[in-house]
């Protein structure tokens, strides 16, 4: 019998793995000063000098991001004890830029409600680097989000226990900013002390657009997994959505969006039809608002990508090329103008659309390696 139950237990088999951890550094790292894993030491150092590096360029970055990013490998590693900085390439740069952008949408709001929450805690760590060090190593950590989402959501319940939490982590990481020095970590808004190792470059200059992807990005595969997983389940009673909507959903609201997921499959092992469907509707009711507030251009943006000569045939591939078009920065303010006057901003519209269709080819190839 083909009920909704069945449907979605024969569609979760089929989601893939998630991908491994990344490799371990291949060079050897020094021995760690007391108080202090090496490995956790190079993240750390790494994450520094690319803070320093994106601080220099007028990215206004915050360490938490820093931390994610050399934790997924992404960010630039920094030289060794007496080696001069080299700064990275043209189109590593652009990569890490892209992929700051992205764990900025995936996670930026629930960062922006919990510094809201904290400005009414009392018992914080101090000075304030020292704070943002011990955010940072809680940020990075995807298994925390869930308790900070549960401080930020009952902020009269839990003001004490997150003070606690900071406080400890303040004392993890504080023989780790011994370790670091002279490099110190300013939360200003005039850019970080820099780095004994660090860039010396003075002035401001624009970011480069965004080149086409070398290597897959292990964020951006995450919220593709996710975002993929939840339209198969809402398709699995009969809820259908595009990938964009689920995308959207998922970089948004990750960890509400990963919960409400794992509540239906829970129902559906159960078979606890009625409360599978209640959840479902819940999560459409969310997809359905994306698909009211950006759906007007979203549609004719589609259509007229499919006419283009560039476009991949393969559905699946443009399917996650459009994806990332319409969560990429600032498309949802040009993609309107470009419908309007496709002469005037053609040459913008081909950009934008070869590095999705570029980032689509290696996120993919990403999910099949793994």
Not at 40 to 57: C, G, S
Not at 135 to 150: C, S, Y
Not at 306 to 326: D, H
Request: contains cysteine; neutral net charge.
């Amino acid at each position: 019998m083909n009920r909704p139950v069945n449907r979605i237990k024969s569609r979760a088999n089929l989601d893939a793995p998630p991908p491994p951890p990344p490799p371990s550094p291949t060079k050897a790292l020094p021995p760690a000063p007391p108080g202090t894993d090496a490995l956790a030491l190079a993240e750390l150092r790494n994450a520094a000098v690319t803070y320093d590096f994106l601080r220099k360029r007028g990215d206004p970055t915050q360490f938490w991001e820093m931390l994610r990013l050399a934790r997924s490998r992404r960010a630039i590693e920094a030289p060794g004890e007496g080696e001069e900085f080299v700064p990275p390439a043209p189109e590593v740069e652009a990569s890490i830029v892209t992929e700051v952008d992205f764990i900025r949408r995936q996670h930026g709001q629930l960062v922006k409600d919990l510094r809201q929450f904290l400005t009414q805690v009392q018992g914080l760590p101090e000075p304030a680097e020292r704070l943002e060090m011990a955010l940072a190593f809680l940020l990075a950590a995807t298994r925390e989000h869930q308790a900070v989402a549960k401080w930020v959501a009952e902020p009269d319940k839990h003001g004490s226990k997150a003070a606690e939490k900071l406080r400890g982590l303040a004392a993890i990481t504080d023989p780790y900013r011994e370790a670091l020095l002279p490099w110190t970590l300013d939360t200003g808004a005039t850019g970080a002390k820099p780095a004994a190792s660090a860039p010396k470059r003075g002035g401001t200059k624009a970011r480069p657009k965004p080149a086409p992807p070398a290597a897959s990005y292990s964020e951006t595969v995450n919220v593709i997994r996710l975002a993929t997983r939840c339209r198969e389940i809402l398709s699995g009673v009969y809820l259908d959505a595009d990938l964009w909507e689920a995308l959207l959903l998922a970089m948004s609201q990750p960890e509400a969006t990963k919960a409400a997921l794992d509540r239906i499959e829970a129902h559906s092992e159960k078979e606890q039809l009625e409360e599978l469907e209640a959840e479902a509707e819940v999560l459409f009711k969310k997809v359905a608002a994306l698909r009211s507030e950006h759906g007007h251009w979203v549609q004719p943006l589609k259509e007229a990508l499919l006419r283009e000569k560039a476009t991949p045939q393969a559905p699946v591939l443009f399917e996650i090329a459009l994806g990332l078009t319409v969560v990429a920065p600032g498309v949802s303010e040009w993609a309107p103008l470009w419908l309007k006057d496709p002469v005037s901003h053609a040459q913008e519209a081909v950009d934008q659309w070869t590095r999705a269709i570029a980032r689509a080819e290696a996120c993919r190839s990403a999910m099949k390696r793994t």
